[in-house]
C-alpha cells in the first residue's frame, strides 16, 4: 500500500491528496495501512476534504458532469493524462481508505453524467437498499465510505447488465492496480446507441 500511495501522490491525483488537512506523511501512514481508520467524524474530517467527507461520509452526492468537468476532479484527470475517461489498465480505489474497488476495465459509458462500472471488484463492495426501496447504496466494504447507487436490468450491453453509477470524488485512479487476466474489456460496450460521446 506504500507502493500504491506513492503512485496516487505522483498521478494526476495529487492536487485531490493534497488537499487533506493533516501533514502528507501521517495521511501517508493512514493509506497503508499502519495506522487505524478513523471510528468518528473528526477523524474522517482530519484525512478527508470537505467535499470528500460531505459525500463519503454523508453520503451527498456531487453534481452531474462534476468529475468530468472540473479540474483536479477524476475523469477530468484521466482524460488530461491518458487521453480518455477509460483507460484499460489499472483500478479505482477507495477514496477513503485506498482498497481497490472496480477494475480498469469495468468502466463504461453509460452517459449518466457520473462514473460507471458494471461489476465491483469481488466482495469490495457492499449493497445497502434505501430506506424507500427504490434505489440501492453502494458503499465500500471496508471503511463503509458512501459510492453511489447500483441499478440493474437496464439493458446496458456488459457482461453484468449492472451499472454501478459511482461519485468520482470517492475513488481514485491507480495505474499499477492489477486486474485479473480474464477480465473483459467493454470497449464495445463504452458508447451505448444513443448514447454521446
Ligand atoms: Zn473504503
Redesign the pocket.
Known amino acids: 500500500m506504500v507502493a500504491l500511495f506513492r503512485i496516487l501522490v505522483g498521478s494526476a491525483t495529487a492536487s485531490a491528496v493534497g488537499r487533506v488537512r493533516l501533514p502528507r506523511g501521517a495521511h501517508a501512514a493512514f493509506m497503508s495501512g499502519s495506522a487505524p ?1 478513523p471510528t468518528d467524524e473528526p477523524g474522517w474530517r482530519a484525512v478527508l476534504s470537505p467535499d470528500q467527507f460531505r459525500v ?1 461520509r454523508e453520503k451527498g452526492t456531487e453534481p452531474p458532469g462534476f468529475s468530468e468537468n472540473r479540474p483536479g476532479q477524476l475523469e477530468y484527470e484521466l482524460k488530461k493524462t491518458t487521453g480518455s475517461k477509460y483507460p484499460q489498465e489499472g483500478v479505482y ?7 481497490p ?1 472496480y477494475y480498469a476495465r469495468s468502466k463504461f459509458n453509460s452517459g449518466c453524467g457520473w462514473p460507471a462500472f458494471f461489476a465491483g471488484v469481488p466482495g469490495a463492495i457492499k449493497e445497502v437498499p434505501d430506506a424507500d426501496g427504490r434505489r440501492i447504496e453502494i ?7 458512501h459510492l453511489g447507487h447500483v441499478f440493474k436490468n437496464e439493458g446496458f450491453p456488459t457482461p453484468t447488465n449492472e451499472r454501478h453509477c459511482v461519485n468520482g470524488i470517492s475513488i481514485r485512479y491507480d495505474p499499477a492496480g492489477e486486474q485479473p487476466e480474464d477480465m473483459p474489456s467493454v470497449l464495445p460496450a463504452l458508447r451505448p446507441r444513443g448514447v454521446p460521446e
Open positions: 481508520l463519503l480505489a477507495c477514496t477513503g481508505c485506498g482498497t474497488l458503499v465500500c466494504n471496508n471503511c463503509g465510505g
